[in-house]
Every structure is written in structure tokens, then in C-alpha cells.
């Protein structure tokens, strides 16, 4: 019975959440999505890696706005490493609680959290996969998420996540309000 209440609670706090998130979205400015792909530009791919995807983007002004850019390099043929950074509350929403501490571990991967730059987020890896990901709310605004496929681990993303302007992605935050 009690497990029915806190599922009631999660599930009615949840739909609130998402109701807000979608109110603020539709009254906040996104950051244009070259803006955006300004923080991309500067990244190099690592060592022995190139650029398969330069760095594009979308802007969408409707009822929900949002805004995105991403990059992609390769390595060979079964390694790859994306980077998207999103404006939009809608999307910041289910990870509101990355910034607390926490860890898990299992034969099948591992989740923990990470701090890049000052920023707290959560780094995940599944073995079987040898897929990866970084995510870092940013500003309270700014989803920020760094994908590896193909390795053994994301030390790759994780340079690379020191490498991107965070601060400078933070201050675009008090642009689109």
C-alpha cells in the first residue's frame, strides 16, 4: 500500500514537473543553434580520430521551444563519439536529480556521478554495449551529453568534456530569458 502511495506521489509530482517545464519552454528564448555550435566549432577530434559529422543544428520556435546542436566523430569503422548540447527545460527535466551523488554498479556496466569543470552530472558505460555517456545539466538550462560507442570505457568523452566552454555555455543561459 505504501509502495502505491509513493508511485501516486512520484507519478502526480512527475506530470507537475513536466506541465512546468512545458509552461517554461514555451516562454523562454532558446539560444540560437549557431550560438550553440559555436561551443562545438573549437573541439578537435582526438588523436587518430576525424570529424564525420561537422557541427549542425536546429532552432524550433513553436509552442515548444528548443533548440539544438551536435557533433560527431569516427574512428575506423565501429567507433564513434557524439557531443549535443539542448536548450530547452522539457528536456533538462528528467535529469534534475544528476546533481546528487550516487553509484551503481553491475555485471552489466555501471552509472556514477561525474563533475567536469564544476559542473555535476553522470557518467554511464553498459560493457556489453560499449556504449558510454556523459550528461551535464548546465545552468539549469543546457543538456550537454557526450556519447561513445565502440570502446572500453569513456575516457575519450571524458577529455573531451574538459575541452568544451561550459562557463561560456553557462552565461548563454541569462541570454534567452
Known sequence: M????????????????????TALTIW??????????AILAPIEPPQGWEVSQKPKGTTLKSPVQISEAEVEFRAGDQKTVEIRII??????????????QMEMESSEGYMKSIEIQGFKGMENFKHRDKRGEIILPVAGR??????????????VIKGLAGKLDLKKLAALAAKGK
Open 2 to 21: 505504501l509502495q502505491r502511495k509513493i508511485h501516486l506521489h512520484l507519478g502526480t509530482a512527475g506530470a507537475i514537473l513536466m506541465v512546468l517545464a
Open 28 to 37: 523562454a528564448e532558446p539560444v540560437h543553434f549557431k550560438e550553440l555550435m
Open 87 to 100: 536548450d530547452s527545460v522539457a528536456a533538462m527535466m528528467p535529469y534534475v536529480g544528476l546533481t546528487q
Open 142 to 155: 543546457f543538456l550537454v551529453t557526450l556519447t561513445v560507442t565502440g570502446m572500453d570505457n569513456t575516457e
